[in-house]
T-cell receptor, first 114, second 111 residues
Framework: DAKTTQPPSMDCAEGRAANLPCNHSTISGNEYVYWYRQIHSQGPQYIIHGLKNNETNEMASLIITEDRKSSTLILPHATLRDTAVYYCIVSLSILNSGYSTLTFGKGTMLLVSP | DTGVSQDPRHKITKRGQNVTFRCDPISEHNRLYWYRQTLGQGPEFLTYFQNEAQLEKSRLLSDRFSAERPKGSFSTLEIQRTEQGDSAMYLC?????????FGQGTRLTVV
């Protein structure tokens, strides 16, 4: 699986958009970009994933650059409960490999302040 | 609650003892994963089941570790002769498609 690079920490004011960057310059054509987050003392929570196109769900938006070498997770209106470690992961498509093990890095610690 | 359930949530054991953890996946999910997470690190993959078959094991899974998933439903992870280095959060996840859902984990402390 391709390796990802994320800033170790970021700050965001409550109510503002949080934009979390991720570099994955060695991503291959059949690898998906996944985002998970982990709130203190809880298991990781799935947020969103994408292959080429931008994706949006009720939690966040995922913007993937045209060359797929980087992506940005956007939390449009951050709340205090969004304080967590955010992990960007690239992994083989389930359809190609039959399953996918996630390789987590250290992620980005996002602190949302009042 | 229809999420992934893990039991116990916390376990303190003496070095050398055996421990067993249980994971109940989301009912229709055929894929089940075990991960381990130490302080300040992201989760690390340990092993993967598709239904009852264990299809992949990480090199992190020494011969003191064994996992089972009888009948393709719940899974157990056993650690024999625990060592202090086994202290970690043990996470279970299940999936049917591209996204995996994690349980709250079992925090193991070996003293």
């Amino acid at each position: 699986d391709a390796k990802t690079t994320q800033p170790p920490s970021m700050d965001c004011a409550e109510g503002r958009a949080a934009n979390l960057p991720c570099n994955h310059s060695t991503i291959s054509g059949n690898e998906y970009v996944y985002w998970y987050r982990q709130i203190h003392s809880q298991g990781p929570q799935y947020i969103i994933h994408g292959l080429k196109n931008n994706e949006t769900n009720e939690m966040a938006s995922l913007i993937i650059t045209e060359d797929r070498k980087s992506s940005t997770l956007i939390l449009p209106h951050a709340t205090l409960r969004d304080t967590a470690v955010y992990y960007c992961i690239v992994s083989l498509s389930i359809l190609n490999s039959g399953y996918s093990t996630l390789t987590f890095g250290k992620g980005t610690m996002l602190l949302v302040s009042p | 609650d229809t999420g992934v359930s893990q039991d116990p949530r916390h376990k303190i054991t003496k070095r050398g003892q055996n421990v067993t953890f249980r994971c109940d996946p989301i009912s229709e999910h055929n894929r089940l994963y075990w991960y381990r997470q130490t302080l300040g690190q992201g989760p690390e993959f340990l092993t993967y089941f598709q239904n009852e078959a264990q299809l992949e094991k990480s090199r992190l899974l020494s011969d003191r570790f064994s996992a089972e998933r009888p009948k393709g439903s719940f899974s157990t992870l056993e650690i024999q002769r625990t060592e202090q280095g086994d202290s970690a959060m043990y996470l279970c996840a299940s999936s049917l498609g591209r996204d995996a859902f994690f349980g709250q984990g079992t925090r193991l402390t070996v003293v």
